[in-house]
DNA sequence: TTCAGATGAGACATTTTTGTTTCATATGAA
DNA sequence: TTCATATGAAACAAAAATGTCTCATCTGAA
């Protein structure tokens, strides 16, 4: 679909232009404005996508079954797919502030710090970091990670692995 | 400084004006424009700055004093004041392919991955992953850490631990 | 085949951003 | 004070990006 493949190139190219977009994209400008109307339209319908995915992420996860690890691991598996859009977000979240929009990852922001808090409860996940600040280290783990195999750096059938092995375990030696 | 304003308020809003630059820093634009000719320059004064600072950094952690992790702790403390600049640059790396730039970036990559081979060769640091992904990991959770105090998330006193005791432990309870 | 709808290509105006210049004013050192 | 320098303000041109429109062409369904 035209979104996903937009949404995917400004992840690469954050400040391209509509030119750019419409030519990566593989349509004329003239049709990706009459889909979009506008940057501002585009980036909130990419938005829009994003959230979709990411309460299909959350839906498939089944983040309140089994232990909070297992939980995290599903969790962290299932994002691979939407890592891409993820660090996009990540990097443009300054610009907007569409309050809808606020609302929606507010839940699903909800969703993660939950699974924190439910480990810390039973005891198996460390008390000393807070469950908001871990929920935001499993972000940009997320989206490091898409950058790191992005540039090349890491490879991507590694992702589940480098992601819930380093935030679980840490890198200290067991 | 000028130019340190700049890299500051840019960190909060990646794609702003001239204009906007100029005000928020408290100058006329002619005078921004006067000293940084062009959005390009004033991003590449951004970059060297940050990459003088980020030496100074490596300089001041000591990374090849005591154990790894050791090392590792007093890079993360010394880190703190430059991770604002190190997450503007972070979502703005995709844009710019200056190579001189690179090559200095490459340069401090190459010692913050130093870090992590020393810890896996003295047995302090898991070796299933690599340093190259530590390495990416930590900047990420750095500029993360810094994005999660910028938004309230997180408290400024906490900025250590947050990233040294996550990355080094993990969240499994000890 | 015919036709409605979508697309591509291009032209054009508008808006935004940037680059450049001029000049009055402020600031600080000699 | 006097003078060199830097700055702010404003105007202007140039460039870049966007919004809008037209029209030929393509495509798929009837």
């Not at 808090?117 to 997320?142: H, I, K, N, T």
Request: aromatic share 8%; glycine share 6%; hydrophobic share 50%.
């Amino acid at each position: 679909m035209l979104l996903r493949a937009a949404a995917e190139f400004l992840g690469r190219r954050p400040n391209a232009t509509q030119d750019e977009i419409a030519e990566a994209v593989g349509v004329s400008r003239a049709t990706l404005h009459r889909q979009f109307a506008g940057r501002r339209a585009l980036m909130e319908a990419v938005d829009a996508l994003a959230v979709r995915e990411m309460r299909s992420v959350l839906a498939g996860a089944r983040l309140d079954e089994g232990t909070a690890t297992e939980a995290l691991r599903r969790l962290v598996v299932a994002t691979q797919p939407v890592s891409p859009f993820l660090a996009l977000l990540y990097s443009q979240s300054q610009e907007f502030d569409t309050d809808e929009i606020d609302g929606d990852w507010a839940e699903i922001d909800e969703a993660l710090v939950a699974v924190f808090r439910r480990g810390q409860a039973a005891g198996e996940f460390r008390s000393d970091l807070s469950p908001a600040w871990l929920s935001d280290a499993l972000y940009c783990l997320v989206a490091g990670a898409a950058w790191s195999i992005k540039v090349g750096r890491s490879a991507v059938r590694d992702y589940p692995d480098m992601i819930f092995s380093l935030i679980v375990g840490g890198v200290r030696r067991p």
